[in-house]
């Protein structure tokens, strides 16, 4: 993974509870990402800037839906992560999506 | 439990992916999400219209703010008549806006053509006279969400239609500037919607009625069966069901967004007319009485988990239970997890239904206030009962609902403690 900065939206609803997961996710990087969150309604319009999406669990069901708007990568945060709002885990995840996407 | 989850991947998903992605509730939903400072300031004057006064207040403050909503009655109705009570005006644009968004068209003409449509329909002239012009808008707010919904629906779909199809489009010379080709091409749709809108006010006037007026007789027993103690149990069963699997409601937000919402801007306006309010299922009933602590009424059950014995429960326990405070349960359904847990089935889909009917029939019978007034989503129910209600009484009520969450959720959140506290001893 280079030092270049990675961007990565988190989408929910409303852009509320993964608000909190952000700052997080960002903190755990070690300014290695920039992390925002969006609602539902709004992501669409910001999503050229990033370089992957994550959603909330809770609206894993908008994935396919998502991922044929946008041209970049698109998953959804482990619930079991997104509990405990552990940033270094989802971190970890993040590390490993970009990673992927960079070997190819 | 695998089996189980494998069903709900590959069965609820994709219908919830199928609700939430329809164009029109997508549309619709967005929209409801969209006016929140709208109903937010609507909600802030009705609060100020309201001091809790009875006769024999002798509180200084609270004699001062009567005084002040009783002086400034003008301004604060007025304010509220064009907000909460303005509220399908608003909807109608948010809904043309995001539908022409989804079909990646500019919004500008169907924003316009829609309002065009919605003035002629929903507001009714009394008379145009010269010196001035007197007409009837009861219809913007509550009553004419349904006129709001069809007429967006309907403008953004035809003018979508008819630019696909090149309906008129003329054929300009290469040095004409695109906007003006952009306005061309727009109009012969513009006109053909416009002259809808006009055939239809004309049919509606001739039967000695409006578009919405006709509506709201033809649909009146629909209408009153959505605010109905078996209709808001039946919802709060549905939208606690799909959380059950971890999917958010919001796929169901494009049918009771209008129903909540609808039902809030009527109370509003009943409330700043001085007449007993009609509704009890509205946006803060759902927010503040039955949802505590967020979807599944966890706030109560978070108040356990931070004293649990169980290291996993304690530590989710401390992450969640602020976010539930403002109403926010993901960290909770995710991290206990609520999600798939057959132990919290019962719990998670009554303790919601619970405090719904309690404070629908304390509502109905009238011990506890009806809400005029949203705040936020974010306020925490213990300050949102009130200040929607401008009821003590409904503060009492939501601490009540929380202990009964509370012993509803204890000997489940008991069963489930000791096996993780057995586990992690392990």
Redesign the interface.
């Known amino acids: 993974m280079g030092l270049v900065m990675k961007n990565v939206m988190l989408v929910c609803n409303a852009g509320m509870s993964t608000g909190i997961l952000a700052k997080k996710i960002e903190k755990a990087s070690q300014g290695l990402l920039s992390v925002k969150a969006y609602g539902e309604a709004e992501y669409e319009e910001y999503a050229n800037n990033y370089d992957l999406i994550l959603l909330g669990p809770q609206i894993r069901h908008l994935k396919p839906e998502i991922e044929s708007k946008v041209s970049i990568p698109v998953d959804y945060i482990a619930p079991q992560h997104y509990g405990i709002m552990n940033g270094e885990a989802v971190f970890q995840d993040i590390k490993k999506i970009l990673n992927i996407k960079e070997e190819e | 439990m695998d089996s189980l989850s494998q069903i709900v991947e590959s069965k609820?998903?994709?219908i919830?992916?199928k609700m939430?992605?329809q164009r029109h509730l997508k549309a619709i939903?967005?929209a409801f999400?969209?006016i929140m400072p709208i109903t937010l300031i609507g909600g802030i004057f009705a609060v100020i219209s309201s001091a809790p006064i009875t006769e024999n207040t002798t509180n200084g403050f609270l004699l001062a703010w009567a005084s002040f909503a009783d002086k400034n009655s003008l301004l604060l109705n007025w304010v509220n008549a064009l907000t909460l009570g303005a509220m399908s005006l608003y909807i109608c644009i948010g809904i043309a806006n995001?539908l022409s968004?989804h079909f990646k068209m500019d919004p500008f003409f169907p924003i316009m053509l829609s309002v065009c449509g919605f003035f002629m329909l929903v507001i009714a002239p009394i008379e145009l006279g010269w010196a001035g012009k007197t007409v009837e808008i009861s219809y913007i707010g509550g009553e004419g969400l349904i006129p709001a919904i069809l007429i967006s629906c309907l403008t953004v779909e035809a003018y979508h239609y008819m630019r696909e199809h090149n309906w008129g489009r003329i054929k300009l010379p290469d040095s004409v500037p695109a906007s003006l080709n952009e306005t061309f091409a727009s109009l012969c749709p513009g006109v053909c919607i416009i002259a809808t809108d006009i055939i239809l006010f004309a049919i509606f006037n001739a039967f000695n009625t409006t578009m919405p007026g006709f509506i709201y007789n033809v649909m009146a027993p629909t209408l009153n069966a959505a605010d109905s103690l078996p209709f808001a149990i039946i919802a709060t069963l549905l939208v606690h069901f799909f959380?059950f699997f971890?999917?958010?409601d919001?796929?169901f937000s494009g049918i009771l967004g209008p129903v909540r919402d609808g039902g809030l801007s009527l109370n509003a306006a009943a409330h700043a007319a001085g007449q007993t309010l009609p509704k009890i299922f509205t946006t803060p009933f759902w927010v503040y009485f039955v949802a505590i602590g967020g979807c599944g009424s966890c706030l109560a059950l978070a108040i356990l988990l931070v004293r649990s014995k169980s290291k996993q429960l304690n530590?989710?326990g401390k992450?969640?239970i602020i976010?539930s405070f403002f109403g926010?349960s993901?960290?909770?359904?995710?991290?206990?997890?609520l999600?798939l847990n057959p132990i919290f089935f019962v719990p998670f889909l009554l303790t919601s239904t619970v405090n719904c009917i309690i404070a629908y029939i304390s509502m109905s019978v009238g011990i506890v206030g009806k809400t005029f007034a949203m705040l936020s989503?974010?306020m925490p129910s213990v300050f949102g009962s009130f200040l929607s209600t401008m009821d003590i009484k409904a503060f009492i009520l939501v601490i009540i609902l929380i202990i009964i969450d509370l012993v509803m959720y204890y000997p489940f959140f008991k069963v489930y403690e000791k096996q993780l506290v057995a586990q992690e001893s392990e």
Do not use: C, Y
């Open positions: 609820l998903l994709p919830a992916n939430s992605s939903r967005d999400m969209s995001f968004k959380w971890g999917i958010h919001a796929a530590t989710v992450v969640g976010p926010i993901e960290p909770l359904i995710f991290g206990i997890p999600m989503w974010q």
